[in-house]
C-alpha cells in the first residue's frame, strides 16, 4: 500500500495498488494518483551507477628522464646548503660532560656607617655679640667641665656654668636649677638626654634691649633670660620666653651656690624617712620669699610622690 497526501488538504491518504482515483476523507476532494500534487513528495534522484574510470583525469604524458634531474638537482642544493650551515654554526660540541668548578661568592662587607656630623660649635667668646632669638638654640664649645658625662654634678660644675653665663652678659645672676632625671648621687646622664639646665637673668641686658628698642623695630631677645643646658659635647644656650623679675621680695630673685650637694640632700631626706624610692628623682633649686630650698619630686616615667623641700645649708656644721 502506497501513501501519498491530498492534493487539497495535504491530509495523508491510502493508495491500493492499481487505483488511480483516491477519495480524501477528511475534505472529501478526489485526487489522481497521475497528476502532480503539491503535497506529493519530489521523485527520488535518479541513481545512476558509475562506470570505471568514467570521471577519473587524464594522466599527462611525461619524461622520465627530466624527473631525475629534478631530483638529482634538489638534493644538490639540499647538500650545498647543509654545507653552509655547518661552516656558519661550527662543529657540534662533544657530548661528554665536562666538570664545572663553581667559583665561591665574593664576602660582602658591611657598608660603612658615616659618623654624625659634628655641629659647628659657636666659641664662647661669640654670645655676648650675638642677639639670641626665644626660637635659637646656639651650640657653644665651653671645655673645663667637672665630671663625665655619664655623672654631670650640676652642684659641682656651678662655677663652670655661671662663667658660661658671664660671657653673655657679666651681670648675669642665676634664677633656677633644674634637672630631670637625677640619681640619688646627685648626679645625672648627658647621654640619655636628660633636662638639665639652669637660667640666668641680666640688668645690663634689659637696658641694652630698652635702648635698642628705641631705634630698632624688633628686639629678638627682649626677655634676657638665658638658659644654659650642657650637652655629651657642647652647651645649648636659649633664650626663655618668660622673663624672671629682679624685685627682691618675689619669688623669683637670684639664687645662691648652695653649700650642700644634692646627694647630701637625698641621703639626708632617706635617714629621716621622708624619701619615697624611685629609680629617678627631679630636683629644682630656687627661691621663694623664705629663702632658697631644694623641690625634690618624682622624676621623668615614675610614679608620682608628694614634693620634698630641703634647705641646701643643711649641713653646716654647727
Known sequence: MAHIACSRCGAPLELEVG?????????????????SSPFAPPPPPAIYPLQPGAFLPARA?????????????????LAIAGAVMFLLVGR????VPVAVTATPPKPVSPPTLRPPPT????????????????????????PGRIGADKSFDPVANWDW??????????DAKPFELHADPLATDGTADLTGQPNVDMTFVSKKCRAAVSARAQTATTSRDSSCTLRVAPKPAWVELAIESIAADFNAASASRPIGKPRCTLGQAFTALDKQGRLTKRPRYSVRYENNVFGSFFRISNGQNTASMP????????????
Open 119 to 142: 655641629p659647628r660649635l659657636m666659641p664662647l667668646s661669640a654670645i655676648h655679640d650675638i642677639q639670641i632669638g626665644i626660637m635659637d638654640t646656639p651650640e657653644v664649645d665651653v
Open 307 to 318: 614634693d620634698l623641700s630641703i634647705s641646701p645649708s643643711f649641713c653646716i656644721a654647727k
Open 61 to 77: 604524458p611525461g619524461n622520465p628522464a627530466i624527473v631525475g634531474v629534478a631530483v638529482v638537482l634538489v638534493m644538490f642544493v
Open 92 to 95: 657540534p660540541t662533544s657530548s
Open 161 to 170: 656654668m655661671q662663667s658660661i653665663a658671664n660671657a653673655w652678659w657679666d
Open 19 to 35: 487505483q488511480s482515483i483516491v477519495r480524501c476523507e477528511f475534505c472529501g476532494a478526489e485526487n489522481e494518483v497521475g497528476r
